[in-house]
T-cell receptor, first 114, second 112 residues
Framework: DQQVKQNSPSLSVQEGRISILNCDYTNSMFDYFLWYKKYPAEGPTFLISISSIKDKNEDGRFTVFLNKSAKHLSLHIVPSQPGDSAVYFCAALHGSSNTGKLIFGQGTTLQVKP | DAMVIQNPRYQVTQFGKPVTLSCSQTLNHNVMYWYQQKSSQAPKLLFHYYDKDFNNEADTPDNFQSRRPNTSFCFLDIRSPGLGDAAMYLC???????????FGPGTRLTVT
């Protein structure tokens, strides 16, 4: 039972345009969501997060939107740059369970073409 | 720079031969985690330490053990590796359990 799903295994975008990566979850107890970026042969790098009490969090070119009623979140990258090409993982945390257990989606490979 | 370091980056072991993977951190974080990531799959939590408290995931095989001798170091021991244990092993740390986790570069384990 996959509690966090990234239904698009890959996405290709032109440099300068917007990249939108999507993530759906099933567990309504999740209260903290994170996006990680992973380059080949490296570990995931924390990118941005959002608490369930918010519906938007912005950090430079990166914005995460959370729609709790739809159990959906998305990461917007604008403008996209070739250096953004990587695998993006969505992850969710049930903070009040106090387990620290991140549940990851399977990742979306983003390719930004020059 | 504060960071999470994993050694070695690549490890080859034989079927059934015990192997130890190492993780160290300079972040002084309380929590250290070990994840297993198989090809094209999401990282899967094996266990974590909150300070000295060990927390095992229910579905982590007994073949996998961990040690945390001090705040900075954490080890993953695989007692009898099988072919199915070939994967990327990721170490992560966080200040507290509900905080974002910072990952090391991973160790890719090959079992021959």
């Amino acid at each position: 039972d996959q509690q966090v799903k990234q239904n698009s295994p890959s996405l290709s975008v032109q440099e300068g345009r917007i990249s939108i990566l999507n993530c759906d979850y099933t567990n309504s107890m999740f209260d903290y969501f994170l996006w990680y970026k992973k380059y080949p042969a490296e570990g995931p790098t924390f990118l941005i997060s959002i608490s369930s009490i918010k519906d938007k969090n912005e950090d430079g070119r990166f914005t995460v939107f959370l729609n709790k009623s739809a159990k959906h979140l998305s990461l917007h990258i604008v403008p996209s740059q070739p250096g953004d090409s990587a695998v993006y993982f969505c992850a969710a945390l049930h903070g009040s369970s106090n387990t620290g257990k991140l549940i990851f989606g399977q990742g979306t490979t983003l390719q930004v073409k020059p | 720079d504060a960071m999470v370091i994993q050694n070695p980056r690549y490890q080859v072991t034989q079927f059934g031969k015990p192997v130890t993977l190492s993780c160290s951190q300079t972040l002084n974080h309380n929590v250290m985690y070990w994840y297993q990531q198989k090809s094209s799959q999401a990282p899967k939590l094996l266990f974590h330490y909150y300070d000295k408290d060990f927390n095992n995931e229910a579905d982590t095989p007994d073949n996998f053990q961990s040690r945390r001798p001090n705040t900075s170091f954490c080890f993953l021991d695989i007692r009898s590796p099988g072919l199915g244990d070939a994967a990327m092993y990721l170490c992560a740390t966080s200040w507290d359990r509900e905080d974002e986790q910072y990952f090391g570069p991973g160790t890719r384990l090959t079992v021959t």
